[in-house]
């Protein structure tokens, strides 16, 4: 039981609610003010590379409509807004000695005055997968070392440039995903695998584990950095968001039981043990051996601690079984099938998605538990099922959608107050529909319908759901809110 909450109905005036977006996902303008190429650019003009063939030259358009999308966030009544900066506009070619370009930073830097204008606490990512292409081709992007400087140094423009006024730094979004499914699945940029059919090079058996390494190391010198030279005088503070699903054994046999740990050791523990208690899993040393790369004890010391939260995006739960070779899931089978026969939950319209809401609250029970860390949530969405093809009138009354925010707002609630999990943030995903990566436009995850003929945006019901249910249950600051705070950590 909770000690610290007034009421056992509502969260604290201080509670971070809103939307989350990515830079590559909605901006569009590609090739505009100087910004440079980035992995996805190319990637995804490859033929077969998304479900639609489409790629992210116009997305939702935000990078000229973002005061419409601004709008949209007060309709909503949000009180902080999550997004992420694309390192190409800030360094279009990505190195610590190649040129900053002024254009990029004056974007973002007008889209932080107007959010604060508005009374919207920025939550700003610095990497959500838009790698400059230029340090790709010079030394093959997350699997060098080398990218540790060219991120801390792009981390430091940003501190510099954002700082005063950006008091939230998340500085990788899902590293899991960077790994696999960019260089052991191949199927998000810069696609390498072993997998021949699919990518021209890679080595599926050892390049998702380095490239997950230079990720840690990359985040936490960052840290480092923001915390020894810029907390002091800014007052933010910096972590890093995994992502991870809540796994349940497919049924009580031990090796299903030990299953779920494992697939739990190798989706999350792959990057929070390190971050947070200083070492890899167990269970990934015995899987991979000398495939998995080392810290030095000078590294470590960096690496431990060097998240000042747990910044988490969740979506579902696995039902697990022992067996299989796929070590990107820890040698786990996934299904959502009971052993009975029924699914777990409603299904979403991509593969990996079902609903189950006391998976998430059971997920941040483990979370809290284990990493003890304040936890922001950073995403948490749902795809209805071939919403795509649907009329506008009949794609916003997304009925499936609308329960599962019904759910996991009910299971936040109840960890939080009556589990006593430190929770301080949602951020639903995503403000708009948009480019859904490998699915191209496709899967839809916006809470605001995107019509791509017009560019013209409607709210869905689960917006207006998620929007009146946080009014509900964050009671408004009046005058506090207006100003930046500074944070006491
Ligand atoms: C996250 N999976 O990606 C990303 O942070 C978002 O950019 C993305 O749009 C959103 O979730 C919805 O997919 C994921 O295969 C991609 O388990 C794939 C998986 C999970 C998360």
Redesign the pocket.
């Known amino acids: 039981m909770s000690t610290h909450v007034a009421s056992p109905n509502k969260l604290p005036s201080d509670f971070l609610w809103g939307f ?1 977006t ?1 830079s590559f ?1 909605i901006e569009g303008s590609t090739d505009v003010d100087g910004r440079g190429k980035s992995i996805w650019d190319d990637f995804s003009k490859l033929p077969g590379k998304t479900l639609d063939g489409r790629d992210g030259d116009v997305a939702t358009d935000s990078y000229q409509r973002w005061k419409e999308d601004l709008d949209l966030l007060v309709e909503y009544g949000v009180n902080s807004y999550r997004f992420s900066i694309a390192w190409s506009r800030i360094i279009p070619l990505g190195g610590r000695n190649d040129p900053i370009n002024e254009a990029g930073i004056q974007f973002y830097s007008n889209l932080i005055d107007a959010l604060l204008e508005r009374g919207i606490v920025p939550f700003v990512t610095l990497y ?2 838009d790698l400059p292409q230029a340090l790709y081709e010079r030394y093959g992007g997350w699997l060098s070392k080398e990218i540790v400087e060219d991120y801390v140094h792009y981390a430091r423009v940003c501190f510099e440039r954002f700082g005063d006024r950006v008091k939230y730094w998340l500085t990788m ?2 590293p ?2 960077i790994s696999i ?1 960019g260089h052991g699945r191949g199927v ?1 940029a810069p696609g390498r695998s072993s997998d021949r059919m699919r990518s021209p090079e890679g080595d599926s058996s050892t390049e998702p584990w380095i490239a997950g390494h230079n990720v840690i190391l990359s985040h936490a010198y960052a840290s480092k950095l923001y915390r020894e030279e810029f907390k002091a005088t800014q007052g933010g503070t910096i972590g890093i ?1 995994l ?1 991870g ?1 809540w796994a349940l054994p497919y049924d009580d046999s031990p090796e299903n039981v030990a299953a779920a740990q494992h697939a739990l050791d190798v989706a999350i523990g792959w990057f929070a043990d390190p971050i947070y208690l200083g070492h890899y899993p167990a269970y990934m040393k015995e899987m991979l051996g000398d495939r998995l790369p080392t810290f030095t004890p000078e590294e470590l010391v960096v690496v431990k601690g060097s998240s000042e939260f747990y910044g988490m ?1 969740t ?2 739960t696995n039902l697990c079984k022992a067996g299989g070779d796929d070590e990107f899931q820890g040698k786990v089978e996934y299904t959502f099938t009971r052993p009975d026969g029924s699914q777990l939950g409603t299904q979403a319209h ?1 593969a ?2 079902q609903d189950y809401p006391e998976g998430f609250r059971q997920l941040l029970n483990y979370l809290w538990k284990r990493y003890k860390h304040p936890i922001y949530v950073t ?1 948490n ?1 749902f ?1 209805v099922k071939d919403e795509n093809s649907m009329a506008i009138e009949q794609a916003i009354a997304d009925h499936d959608r609308v329960q599962y925010f019904k759910g996991n707002t009910d299971a936040l609630l109840a960890a939080r107050n009556e589990d006593g999990v430190d929770l301080r943030a949602y951020f639903a ?2 403000l708009l529909d ?4 490998a ?1 191209g436009y496709v ?1 839809r ?1 916006g809470l605001t319908y995107v019509d791509y003929d017009t560019q013209k945006r409607y709210p869905k019901e689960s917006g207006k759901f998620v929007a009146q249910w946080f009014k509900e249950h964050v009671p408004k600051e009046t005058l506090a809110q207006k100003e930046p705070k500074r944070l006491e950590l």
Do not use: K, P
């Open positions: 989350a990515a996902q959500h997968w979004n899902e899991w995903c499914l998000f968001t992502n699903d995006n979506y579902t991509c990996w998605l995403e969405g795809a995903w995503s948009n480019f859904e990566w699915d899967t995850f």
